[in-house]
């Protein structure tokens, strides 16, 4: 033995140790993989069950969604307002789509080379094929995708001829909505568009599959629940090419349900004539259930042009005209409610008994605040003398609501106010209704981070300075003083019903809150003032009053545009139209038992009494007297009530 080199002995214990140290490694390494192969197939037998299940099926099985038809719209007359018209159109399923280059894959290659081959035989704009393309990357590839709308019989034709050179793309029968009176009531039922991504989020995925089209805005947005249905599936036996073999199963599509609005058509044509060629619009109100009679914002727009997707062209036009004609002014446009909202003062001052009926100020034709030289005039610049609540709401005496308001304080007045709903959305069921603005000290500070100042309060005394409203919130203030104090909330939607010979469903009224009074009487006298306004010798809308056939409760406004000089003079046939004041007006009528109420702006339409009144009596004799058609030329009326306004003041 070599000197030096090291002999290991192993006994029998050390091999033995060694021995059960590798088997426990080994029994280690055995356990781990059979627990690995236990909890795979608790994945596959269990957990993942009905995955692999629905995988396994998709081999031979294809569920095809069915879309529902979309319920149609009507007004309370049963008029037709949203229809849906049959037409044919294309529909590609991706996965059927075969290998156009003979190499034995499917790519996304296969798609283009399939529509630019499709395109030889039926037209296919670059709008088209760029809608398709971002859609069909979003669906499954089994699920139909749309790819083109509204063929001609023509295309129908050529396409049926050669349709066995396309598999995957569908020649289907398909409803598209239509809405047939065009601009009227446009603002109101709005329009449908393509589904996008946005749209997917607020809804349920699975209930549109093989949808195509979802409301936007308007009643077809805002009843989208109702409007859709729920689709339905039918499940396709395929071959191993994808090719359909048989129908295994049907679940029919339920269709949407129908709506009925309180829109009264005729009553929505006489209001969008009656502002044809202003700017400004109508609000009109069943004040006892809070149905819309009628909205028209003028200028308006055709939402057949955005069903389909609206041109570039087109849409810049909209765009870019001055009226802004998508632009909803009844419930989003914002304005000074000017003198249309001294009824709801006088309520406010005589609950807080800052005034009382008999109360008499005298107007010199301005109003001071203690112990400042500043004058907020009053339109008529040589004042009215001597005024009571009913002569002042009657006469529109600015003085005595500079007075009433500065008496109240901004803080009470301003919570009055919000109990007519002023400030805040009235709820109405459509979409982007603004809240407007009531004015409060901390509103000021938060906003323009400045203090509130008495002349503040002075302003919003006769629904000037900060203070903004809605059309919407004016005929909603207006029906609920009509009600006596009873505020319902404003609403489209008059019924539904699940079939065209079915019986509708009608909606209850909404009763938000009773606005609380000192005494009920001064309900009464409020409205009594408000008639004053229309029927007395006095009263500044008494030319619209005139010969009714039914008594009005009604006031007139003027909103100023921008601010005039202490001791400037206004006059309107030096400035630019954009700058006339804006004419406001709101009515109720019959004033006994009221089964309308309105609210009226023309922007820089100027005088409310001359241009917003006649126009609310024409409203009225409408709706109440079933007059439809518009007065001979030379019937309007003049008022030559001095227009003289300045800081603080409004005309009337």
């Given at each position: 033995m070599p000197q030096g080199e090291r002999i290991s002995i192993k006994t029998e214990r050390d091999e033995l140790h060694l021995f059960r140290s590798r088997a426990v490694v080994a029994a280690t390494l055995v356990l781990l993989?059979?627990?690995?192969?236990?909890?795979?197939?608790y994945i596959l037998q269990i957990q993942g069950h009905q995955e692999y299940t629905d995988l396994s099926q998709q081999n031979y099985q294809r569920s095809i969604p069915i879309p529902p038809i979309r319920g149609l719209i009507y007004d309370r007359n049963g008029v037709q307002v949203a229809d849906n018209h049959a037409q044919y159109v294309l529909e590609v399923v991706r996965d059927i789509v075969p290998d156009q280059n003979n190499d034995g894959k499917k790519r996304w290659a296969d798609v283009t080379l399939m529509l630019e081959r499709l395109g030889k035989i039926v037209p296919l704009s670059e709008k088209e094929i760029r809608i398709f393309t971002q859609q069909v990357q979003r669906r499954s590839r089994y699920q139909p995708t749309l790819l083109k709308e509204n063929m001609t019989d023509e295309e129908v034709a050529r396409f049926a001829v050669n349709k066995l050179r396309f598999p995957g793309v569908n020649l289907e029968r398909r409803m598209q909505r239509f809405y047939p009176h065009e601009t009227i009531a446009s603002h109101v039922i709005g329009y449908v568009g393509r589904v996008d991504e946005r749209d997917l989020k607020r809804v349920d995925p699975k209930n549109y599959a093989g949808t195509s089209h979802i409301g936007k805005i308007g009643i077809e947005a805002a009843h989208e629940d109702l409007l859709h249905g729920t689709t339905g599936y039918k499940m396709i036996e395929v071959d191993a090419h994808g090719k359909h073999q048989d129908m295994l199963s049907e679940e029919k599509p339920v269709g949407g349900q129908d709506l009925?609005?309180?829109?009264?058509?005729?009553?929505q044509i006489k209001a969008e004539n009656l502002l044809e060629g202003e700017r400004g619009a109508i609000v009109a109100l069943d004040p006892r259930?809070?149905?819309?009679?009628?909205?028209?914002?003028?200028?308006?727009f055709d939402p057949n042009l955005f069903v389909d997707g609206i041109s570039h062209k087109n849409y810049k036009e909209l765009r870019d005209n001055p009226g802004r004609p998508l632009y909803n002014r009844a419930l989003q446009?914002?304005?000074p409610p000017g003198s249309t909202v001294k009824p709801m003062i006088s309520l406010a001052g005589l609950y807080e008994k800052a005034t009382w009926p008999g109360r008499r100020v005298y107007d010199p034709g301005f109003f001071q605040l203690p112990g400042h030289r500043h004058r907020y005039r009053c339109w008529k610049k040589v004042g009215h003398g001597s005024m009571d609540m009913n002569q002042a709401i009657a006469k529109s005496c600015d003085t005595y609501f500079y007075d009433l308001a500065y008496r109240m304080g901004v803080d009470k007045f301003a919570s009055y106010m919000n109990l007519f709903g002023f400030g805040e959305r009235t709820g109405i069921d459509l979409t982007s209704e603004s809240s407007g603005l009531m004015p409060t000290p901390e509103w000021k500070s938060r906003r323009h981070k400045q203090i509130w100042y008495p002349g503040d309060t002075v302003n919003i005394g006769i629904g000037q300075g900060y203070w903004l409203a809605t059309p919407l919130q004016l005929a909603h203030a207006t029906a609920t003083l009509a009600m006596r104090g009873k505020r319902i909330r404003p609403r489209v939607l008059r019924g539904v019903r699940a079939a065209k010979d079915e019986p509708e469903r009608l909606l209850e009224p909404e009763v938000i809150a009773h606005i609380p009074s000192q005494n009920p009487k001064d309900w009464e006298r409020v409205v009594d003032a408000m008639v004053n306004v229309m029927h007395s010798p006095y009263g500044t809308a008494r030319r619209s009053g005139k010969d009714a056939k039914f008594t009005i409760a009604g006031k007139t406004g003027t909103a100023q545009v921008f601010g005039i000089a202490q001791n400037a003079r206004y006059d309107a046939s030096r400035l630019a139209k954009r700058l006339h004041d804006h004419s406001l007006y709101v009515a109720f009528a019959p004033a006994e038992n009221p089964r309308i109420a309105v609210a009226i702006i023309v922007e820089n339409g100027g005088s409310g009494s001359k241009v917003a009144a006649p126009t609310g009596r024409q409203m009225l004799d409408a709706y109440l007297l079933d007059k439809?058609?518009?007065p001979k030329e030379g019937e309007g009326?003049?008022?030559?009530?001095?227009l003289q306004v300045s800081q603080g003041s409004v005309a009337q």
């Open positions: 993989a059979l627990l690995a192969i236990v909890g795979r197939l009925i609005l309180g829109l009264d058509m005729r009553l259930s809070g149905e819309l009679l009628a909205m028209a914002s003028v200028p308006a446009g914002t304005y439809y058609e518009s009326e003049e008022e030559g009530t001095e």
